[in-house]
Nanobody, 124 residues
Framework: QVQLVESGGGLVQAGGSLRLSCAAS????????MGWFRQAPGKEREFVAA????????DYADSVKGRFTISRENVKNTVRLQMNSLTPEDTAVYYC?????????????????WGQGTQVTVSS
């Protein structure tokens, strides 16, 4: 089992930045690819970003490319999502997830472990 706890969400004005963190505990974190997903009210959960187990490969949704950066620090069992140039369309609950695959993967079904989510609200 891997337990994931997100933090760093909040309310920010359009154009602002937030950094989300996800702390992992339980089984060793290192072999897992990590991802961030989000779900806005009335919408399905969607892929945001992923990082391979080694941290050497990343993948992003087109809607966040150039604005969001995913990173991981395996020594601290932590993955982060730096979000810049936020827009109201980024408002959602953001979830951290862990996949037993070592490579990046975008499908929610490929992730076995999920955090509880953290709310991000961007005001116009």
């Amino acid at each position: 089992q891997v337990q994931l706890v997100e933090s760093g969400g909040g309310l920010v004005q359009a154009g602002g930045s937030l950094r989300l963190s996800c702390a992992a505990s339980g089984r060793t974190f290192i072999p897992y690819a990590m991802g961030w997903f989000r779900q806005a009210p009335g919408k399905e959960r969607e892929f945001v970003a992923a990082i391979s187990a080694s941290g050497g490969n990343t993948d992003y949704a087109d809607s966040v490319k150039g604005r969001f950066t995913i990173s991981r620090e395996n020594v601290k069992n932590t993955v982060r999502l730096q979000m810049n140039s936020l827009t109201p369309e980024d408002t959602a609950v953001y979830y951290c997830a862990a996949s037993p695959r070592p490579y990046t993967t975008v499908g929610a079904s490929t992730y076995d472990y999920w955090g509880q989510g953290t709310q991000v609200t961007v005001s116009s």
